[in-house]
């Protein structure tokens, strides 16, 4: 009963979590220009486009924080995630993609021991809004992950994720979402979770068992 009282729980954050993403503003570093700290980790980039990473040390004996910033060319940097290290709260983004004014990342949230949820998230560069958001599985499980997304100019987006199950097998999932709504593509426990690629033809690719699959993604 615990177990599904914090399922619960989890699934109430959750969708407060999307509520808020959307409606509430980015923070951002008004009148300072597109540069990335030495100390930060550079995890996307398009030309001079680019998100990164800040981890700062917290007060002795609390976790570190984290803090994720974006900028496009020429603009000003905005913070579009941040949270803290801790073993029982963590917040992380494990992927993310640009291209051109649109930025797309994985969001996993850990609540509590045991429990983790991962969104996909899409902005737009120049006004830090949210385009698109949902959740990066199909099913809810006990630890959701996220591997690899890809963007197009127009927002669309393409992505894998994958759940652990209760007996510790991951089952990886492919999706997309264009003007057709999202799709999920593909799902397996062979599916590579570190390959995913956009072709100059307007394709998303992905590995299964060795074999390149692939999709349009207009």
């Given at each position: ?84 290290t801790g073993a029982s709260s963590l917040t992380d983004v494990p992927a993310a993609a640009i291209r ?15 429990t983790a949820r991962a969104l996909v998230i899409v902005r737009h560069l120049r006004t830090h809004k ?49 003007q057709n709504g999202t799709v999920r593509l593909d799902i397996g426990t062979d599916i590579a979770r ?25």
């Amino acid at each position: 009963m615990l177990r599904i009282s914090a399922s619960r729980r989890a699934a109430t954050a959750l969708g407060m979590l999307a509520i808020l993403i959307f409606a509430a503003p980015a923070g951002r570093a008004a009148g300072v220009p597109c540069r990335v700290p030495a100390a930060a980790e550079v995890i996307a980039r398009d030309g001079s486009s680019k998100a990164w990473r800040v981890t700062t040390g917290g007060a002795p004996g609390a976790p570190d924080r984290r803090s994720y910033f974006a900028c496009e060319r020429g603009g000003a940097p905005f913070r579009f995630e941040h949270g803290d290290t801790g073993a029982s709260s963590l917040t992380d983004v494990p992927a993310a993609a640009i291209r051109g004014r649109r930025f797309a990342y994985g969001r996993v949230r850990k609540y509590g021991l045991g429990t983790a949820r991962a969104l996909v998230i899409v902005r737009h560069l120049r006004t830090h809004k949210v385009t698109f958001v949902r959740r990066a599985v199909s099913k809810t499980l006990e630890l959701e992950s996220f591997h690899r997304v890809v963007v197009r100019s127009n927002g669309n987006v393409a992505w894998i994720a994958s759940n652990i199950d209760g007996e510790g097998i991951s089952t990886y999932e492919v999706y997309k979402h264009d003007q057709n709504g999202t799709v999920r593509l593909d799902i397996g426990t062979d599916i590579a979770r570190g390959y995913l690629r956009l072709t100059s033809g307007g394709r998303v690719q992905w590995k299964r068992d060795g074999a390149l699959k692939s999709a349009p993604l207009s």
